[in-house]
């Protein structure tokens, strides 16, 4: 199975900053690596698929690159309603897999 | 809109079954996956089992393997997953999503509560 490690596992940031989260897989899969938000007692919702790619919707302050097996999701000005969780998924074979989570907090 | 819903979680005793619904609006379900995934409360999610859109591949989670099986019913827009053999480390909000593009999810339903307890 393929596995994602996410980092960190939280952080603290404010209102304006510029917020990076890591996903490290554990062997090559392309460019399917999938990052989703999720708030408490909410289902999660797909931000960004394919590595990049926005999905309608969503903000363009999200921005999602790829350096080989390191994948990277930015917020680029954190806004009131980003603080929540966020997760990557592999989608390149099955199982699918999801990271750990970060959780961003004030 | 498009919309899912989930019912049919409860408690069960350990060694019971259970089964899931999902109910899908607001597109033609035949032309999508379909996937279930499941959270512990507090903790982070774990992928279940997928089905494609006639029914005929399915794929689970090492898991759930032999335990679950995942079907749909397109012409009642009904994704479901029959759970056997349960156990305590299946307690879990199982939520059932859309297949978007290269096997990401989205939208995804509210979810159900399963709780496997004696």
């Known amino acids: 199975d393929i596995q994602l490690t996410q980092s960190p596992s939280s952080l603290s940031a404010s209102i304006g900053d510029r917020v990076t989260i890591a996903c490290r897989a554990s062997?090559?899969?392309?460019?399917?690596l999938n990052w989703y938000q999720q708030k408490p007692g909410i289902a999660p919702n797909l931000l960004i698929y394919?590595?990049?790619r926005l999905r309608s919707g969503v903000p363009s302050r999200f921005r999602g690159t790829r350096s080989g097996t390191e994948f990277t999701l930015t917020i680029s000005s954190l806004q009131p309603e980003d603080f929540a969780t966020y997760y990557c998924?592999?989608?390149?074979?099955?199982?699918?897999?999801f990271g750990g989570g970060t959780k961003v907090e004030i | 809109e498009v919309q899912l819903v989930e019912s049919g979680g409860g408690l069960v005793q350990p060694g019971g079954s259970l089964r899931l619904s999902c109910a899908a609006s607001?597109?033609?379900?035949?032309?999508?996956?379909m996937h279930w995934v499941r959270q512990v409360p507090g903790k982070g999610l774990v992928w279940v089992s997928r089905?494609?859109?006639?029914?005929?591949?399915?794929d689970y989670a090492d898991s759930v393997t032999g335990r679950f099986t995942i079907s749909r019913d397109n012409a009642k827009n009904t994704l479901y997953l029959q759970m056997n053999s349960l156990r305590a480390e299946d307690t879990a909000v199982y939520y059932c999503?859309?297949?978007?593009?290269?096997?990401?999810?989205?939208?995804w339903g509210q979810g159900t509560l399963v709780t496997v307890s004696s």
């Open positions: 062997q090559s899969i392309s460019t399917y």
């Open positions: 999503g859309r297949g978007y593009s290269s096997s990401s999810i989205a939208p």
């Open positions: 607001g597109f033609t379900m035949s032309d999508y996956w």
């Open positions: 089905v494609n859109g006639d029914g005929m591949m399915t």
């Open positions: 394919e590595t990049s």
């Open positions: 998924q592999q989608s390149y074979s099955s199982p699918l897999t």
